[in-house]
């Protein structure tokens, strides 16, 4: 009987060291994937591309046999493109938390908001510059 229970000692420990070893690996890949998809948000001109990853439906990321996303460029162009806000002017420019105003692009942006609210015209007297 010693033997046998020295047996089942040995396999629960190996259960118990399996177990912490799964867990090590699925938190590395999920650090992994993460960053795949901040290189990639920040290569799209996202303002925070930290936060990018919140962004995409794990269920629609697709992975390859390494686990590496192999869509999440994809998903995010598709983010971009329904929230136009959350890249960086032009996708290449800097944001500034400040709050001021790019004096370059501010006619650009006036014009935009102008567009998709006509109403704004009579509200907002025209800029002389």
């Known amino acids: ?7 089942k000692a040995t396999v629960s420990e190996s259960e118990e060291k399996l177990a912490k ?3 090590t690996v699925s938190a590395l890949k999920a650090r992994i994937v993460g960053h795949e998809i901040e290189k990639a948000a920040a290569g799209l001109g996202f303002r925070d591309p930290d936060l990018a990853h919140k962004l995409i439906d794990a269920n629609e990321l697709e992975l390859d046999d390494e686990g590496i996303p192999t ?7 598709a983010e971009l493109k329904k929230r136009p806000y959350l890249g960086k002017e032009g996708g290449s420019g800097g944001s500034n ?4 105003a790019n004096k370059a692009s501010e006619g650009s942006k006036d ?5 998709a ?3 704004l015209r009579q509200r907002i007297p025209a800029r002389k510059g």
């Not at 009987?1 to 047996?7: C, G, I, N, P, Q």
């Not at 938390?97 to 001021?100: C, D, E, H, L, S």
């Not at 014009?111 to 567009?115: I, K």
């Open 1 to 7: 009987m010693d033997e046998l229970e020295r047996y």
């Open 71 to 77: 869509n999440a460029e994809e998903l995010l162009k």
């Open 111 to 115: 014009e935009e908001l102008l567009a």
């Open 117 to 119: 609210f006509p109403a």
């Open 97 to 100: 938390p400040a709050g001021g």
């Open 21 to 23: 070893q799964s867990e």
